[in-house]
């Protein structure tokens, strides 16, 4: 039979769903009184029980008129809700933040048609920004405070991908990021897979699962200058469902 032209299959997609999973985190300090907190802070890996983390992701996909077999752009959001209970650094209450990430990225592929099954190995290029929780200290080792706050990292984004399509009803694809924060260090690893159904044209269902693994050196004022304070590690497994629309 006849196949389908790259004009004939769907060119842009846009989705929304939920997200479920466990968080990891540990902070070490590299120097002692200053801005990061002097002992180390950890829950989840093998010391205490990961932080269930929900939460929720949407993004959009796109073939380039003109070059649908080979550029693609995609971009995305998912923030996810995590609380743990740190009693020994003097939080009465419970610990919430969102852990979020946004990525931009372009996608060149080369596309091979194999019977009913189109296959498009790829490399992802981009922009990510995401953040960290960070706790730090004021004041001495005999009267000190500490507080927690957001530290945000932008960078870039890449690796490879490798989308599969059958029959314009089933459709998905599985690749790794490796971040480079502010351009130049790399500090993270992620692995993404998803698995789509079209249960009407312009409708399907989708699952996926998504893994991130980072560390970061922390650089603050300390001492006059801009040194190393601390390191942060951290990482999150996490699984999606949702819906999404196509044309």
Same mark, same amino acid.
């Given at each position: 039979k006849p196949k389908k032209s790259s004009g004939d299959s769907p060119w842009l997609r846009a989705q929304a769903g939920l997200a479920i999973g466990g968080y990891h985190y540990h902070q070490e300090p590299t120097v002692l009184q200053g801005p990061i907190f002097d002992y180390p802070?950890?829950? !989840?890996?093998?010391?205490?029980? #990961? #932080?269930?983390? @929900?939460?929720?992701?949407?993004? #959009? #996909?796109?073939?380039?008129p003109g070059v649908r077999d080979n550029l693609g752009v995609r971009a995305s959001y998912r923030s996810v809700l995590y609380r743990m209970e740190l009693p020994d650094l003097g939080f009465d209450e419970p610990i919430s933040d969102w852990l979020s990430n946004v990525q931009l990225v372009g996608v060149g592929r080369h596309t091979m048609e194999l019977g009913d099954f189109k296959v498009q190995p790829g490399l992802r290029l981009g922009i990510a920004?995401?953040?960290?929780?960070?706790?730090?200290? $004021? !004041?001495?080792? /005999?009267? $000190?405070?500490?507080?927690?706050? @957001? /530290?945000?990292?932008? =960078? /870039?984004?890449? =690796? @490879?991908?490798? &989308?599969? +399509?059958?029959?314009?009803?089933?459709?998905?694809?599985i690749g790794l990021d490796f971040g480079l924060a502010n351009f130049t260090s790399y500090y993270s690893l992620g692995?993404? %897979?998803?698995? &789509?159904? +079209?249960?009407?044209?312009?409708?399907?269902?989708?699952?996926?699962?998504? %893994?991130? $693994? $980072?560390?970061?050196?922390?650089?603050?004022?300390?001492?006059?200058?801009?040194?190393?304070?601390?390191?942060?590690?951290?990482?999150?497994?996490?699984?999606?469902l949702g819906l999404g629309w196509q044309m």
């Open positions: 802070i950890t829950f !989840g890996g093998s010391e205490t029980s #990961a #932080a269930t983390s @929900p939460g929720f992701t949407i993004s #959009a #996909a796109m073939e380039v920004i995401d953040d960290f929780l960070t706790f730090q200290q $004021r !004041g001495t080792t /005999l009267q $000190r405070t500490v507080d927690y706050g @957001p /530290l945000v990292v932008t =960078g /870039l984004s890449t =690796g @490879p991908e490798v &989308a599969i +399509a059958w029959t314009d009803k089933v459709f998905g694809h692995f993404d %897979m998803e698995v &789509a159904y +079209a249960f009407k044209d312009n409708l399907y269902a989708f699952i996926g699962t998504d %893994m991130t $693994r $980072r560390s970061l050196g922390v650089y603050m004022d300390f001492e006059g200058k801009k040194q190393q304070v601390g390191t942060l590690e951290d990482h999150i497994n996490l699984y999606t």
